[in-house]
């Protein structure tokens, strides 16, 4: 099954056009430090779930009443759910930690993060094509970051272009 991105992506490259494809994101490590504590916790985070479904699953063999058996499957539902998508969060992680990828970026705007409040809204270019991220800043004062116009070194990796991360610690040569 294609994601919608790599769809546009896929649809991009051959047409040979420019074109942005997504704005957003709520996974920002951006360092090595970061990304090895964030798969770290994620990791974690997916073996105590694993380990409740696995408990689940073995009180619904021991459970008689249908009621009981029936919020047992759906709590196990919920928490497979759950490890569904701290997964993906997993891999792309694991793909930025171990398969870098650095292009340069340049910052547009102010903007605002997912659940993570300010950030600063930039684009960078892979493969001719051009995509538009939002990160938050922290841990740089935002006054040492020219925003529109400044240059930084962009994080991606094969597969997950779209989902570059910009670091601010790290400036890039003017295009």
Avoid: W
């Avoid at 074109?19 to 951006?30: D, E, K, Q, Y």
């Avoid at 770290?40 to 058996?69: E, N």
């Amino acid at each position: 099954m294609v994601s919608p991105a790599s769809s546009e992506q896929l649809t991009a490259r051959l047409s040979g056009a420019r074109r942005i494809t997504r704005l957003g994101g709520v996974l920002l490590n951006v360092t090595d430090e970061q990304l090895t504590a964030s798969i770290v916790v994620t990791l974690l985070f997916i073996l105590v779930l694993l380990g409740a479904i696995t408990l689940l699953l073995y009180q619904l063999k021991r459970t008689s009443s249908p009621r009981g058996r029936i919020t047992r499957v759906g709590v196990a539902g919920v928490l497979a759910l759950m490890v569904y998508f701290s997964f993906g969060r997993f891999v792309l992680e694991s793909h930025l930690l171990l398969h870098p990828k650095y292009v340069s970026g340049r910052t547009i705007e102010y903007g605002s993060v997912f659940l993570k409040g300010e950030g600063i809204v930039f684009e960078y270019s892979v493969n001719g094509i051009t995509y538009r991220n939002c990160n938050t800043f922290h841990p740089v004062p935002r006054d040492q970051i020219r925003v529109p116009g400044g240059f930084y070194l962009v994080r991606c990796a094969d597969g997950y272009e779209s989902e570059g991360r910009i670091d601010f610690n790290r400036p890039a040569a003017e295009e």
